[in-house]
């Protein structure tokens, strides 16, 4: 991963303080740019279309200062008058990180005890390991699996760097398969949001998908409401196509995000 990984990192003082790092996707995108058309259907079919996120530009204007205006008590965002809906998500008992690890990669369990390390007071396992599986496994659902897991770790909740934490391979374990994970992330984006709030400080999760989200409910422009029933509709995909502006400063995006009507959103 090099010297280009990074997180969101919060701390507050007077408002929201965000420091924009963020981990490099380039060989996540190598990998699915060889892919053959079967298997990335295969990865669609079973995680929806989070691929779609390795191409969105993060705004750092507008997630600046989107964060201060999430309420980490009733968990929404307050715009003005308007209170966006909330979003809730629960945790559930999982299987130990070794027996989880072993059923996502179909590994060994002395491979997979070899590859586990600690950061900090969590146990990780390093990027570099499930790239290569990636790269030599010769069962295809495995690999996409696996790729689908790393796009968790490394894009969605980079909790530790370089790595996939065990935090990550939780939510994933208990992800249902061929249903979009969407809801699931976005519940959990705004859940890390509240923790980041509440103590002055942590790592955020999925900025491209709150940015997503954002532009999907709030932007105010013309859309064809029918694309939504096509059968290869990705709003994902819409906005990665989407020109945006990314020369709004902060304080305007303060401002407008301050002033919004209820005819501004959907």
């Known amino acids: 991963m090099g010297e280009d990984r990074g997180i969101y990192r919060f701390r507050i003082v007077d408002f929201t303080r965000i420091s924009?790092?963020?981990?490099?996707?380039?060989?996540?995108?190598?990998?699915?740019?060889q892919w053959k058309d079967e298997i990335k259907q295969l990865?669609?079919?079973n995680y929806g279309d989070l691929p779609y996120l390795l191409d969105i530009k993060v705004d750092k204007h507008l997630f600046r200062a989107?964060?201060?205006?999430?309420?980490?008590?009733?968990?929404?965002?307050?715009f003005g008058k308007i209170q966006a809906d909330k979003a809730y998500s629960r945790a559930a008992n999982v299987l130990t990180f070794l027996k989880k690890l072993m059923s996502i990669t179909g590994m060994s369990d002395q491979w997979v005890t070899a590859q586990i390390k600690k950061k900090g007071e969590s146990k990780c396992i390093?990027?570099?390991?499930?790239?290569?599986?990636?790269?030599?496994?010769?069962?295809?659902?495995?690999?996409?699996?696996?790729?689908?897991?790393?796009?968790?770790?490394?894009?969605?909740?980079?909790?530790?760097?370089?790595?996939?934490?065990?935090v990550?391979?939780?939510?994933?374990?208990?992800?249902?398969?061929?249903?979009?994970?969407i809801p699931t992330i976005l519940a959990e984006t705004f859940r890390s949001l509240s923790?980041?709030?509440?103590?002055?400080?942590?790592?955020?999760?999925?900025?491209?998908?709150?940015?997503?989200?954002?532009?999907?409910?709030?932007?105010?422009v013309e859309k064809v409401y029918y694309r939504v029933f096509s059968e290869n509709y990705s709003p994902l995909k819409e906005l990665m196509?989407?020109?945006?502006?990314d020369d709004i400063l902060e304080e305007k995006w303060m401002a407008i995000l301050q002033n919004l009507q209820d005819e501004d959103f959907e």
């Not at 924009?20 to 740019?33: A, F, G, P, R, V």
């Not at 989107?66 to 307050?78: D, G, K, S, V």
């Not at 990550?168 to 994970?181: A, C, H």
């Open 20 to 33: 924009m790092t963020q981990n490099s996707l380039q060989e996540l995108k190598e990998i699915w740019d």
């Open 43 to 45: 990865f669609y079919c």
């Open 66 to 78: 989107l964060a201060q205006f999430w309420n980490p008590i009733y968990c929404y965002f307050t």
């Open 126 to 166: 390093p990027w570099k390991s499930l790239r290569d599986l990636i790269l030599a496994y010769p069962d295809t659902k495995k690999r996409v699996d696996i790729f689908a897991m790393s796009i968790y770790g490394l894009v969605i909740f980079p909790k530790a760097l370089g790595h996939i934490d065990e």
């Open 168 to 181: 990550v391979s939780n939510l994933f374990d208990q992800l249902d398969k061929r249903v979009t994970p």
């Open 195 to 220: 923790a980041c709030r509440r103590v002055a400080e942590g790592r955020f999760g999925c900025a491209q998908l709150l940015l997503a989200w954002f532009h999907n409910n709030f932007w105010n």
């Open 241 to 245: 196509a989407t020109l945006m502006r």
